[in-house]
Nanobody
Framework: QVQLVESGGGLVQAGGSLRLSCAAS????????TGWFRQAPGKEREFVAA????????YYGGSVKGRFTISRDNAKNTVYLQMNSLKPEDTAVYYC?????????????????WGQGTQVTVSS
């Protein structure tokens, strides 16, 4: 297992930007595919984006495609989520998650390691 800690959340106006970070501990982090999910109050956890262990391939949820970019720096054991053109409907707790076996999945059940989450609030 790998331990994950998110940071970078906060309050931003619609149209603004935020960059989330996910710092990992564990020597094998570079072997994990890593993703971001989000959960708004009263809603199910939603897939946002994922990146493979090399950082070469990414895939995104439909609601964020073209606005969000996921990247990783294995030398720093960190994954990033750059969020641009934010909308009020992007308001949620954002979670970082990692998996060694479920590349291509958008299901939270396929990701075995999770961070505690960071709140993102977008005001209109």
């Amino acid at each position: 297992q790998v331990q994950l800690v998110e940071s970078g959340g906060g309050l931003v106006q619609a149209g603004g930007s935020l960059r989330l970070s996910c710092a990992a501990s564990g020597r094998t982090f570079s072997s994990y595919a890593t993703g971001w999910f989000r959960q708004a109050p009263g809603k199910e956890r939603e897939f946002v984006a994922a990146i493979n262990w090399r950082g070469i391939n990414q895939y995104y949820g439909g609601s964020v495609k073209g606005r969000f970019t996921i990247s990783r720096d294995n030398a720093k054991n960190t994954v990033y989520l750059q969020m641009n053109s934010l909308k009020p409907e992007d308001t949620a707790v954002y979670y970082c998650a990692a998996t060694t076996t479920a590349w291509g999945s958008t299901s939270s059940a396929d990701f075995g390691s999770w961070g505690q989450g960071t709140q993102v609030t977008v005001s209109s």
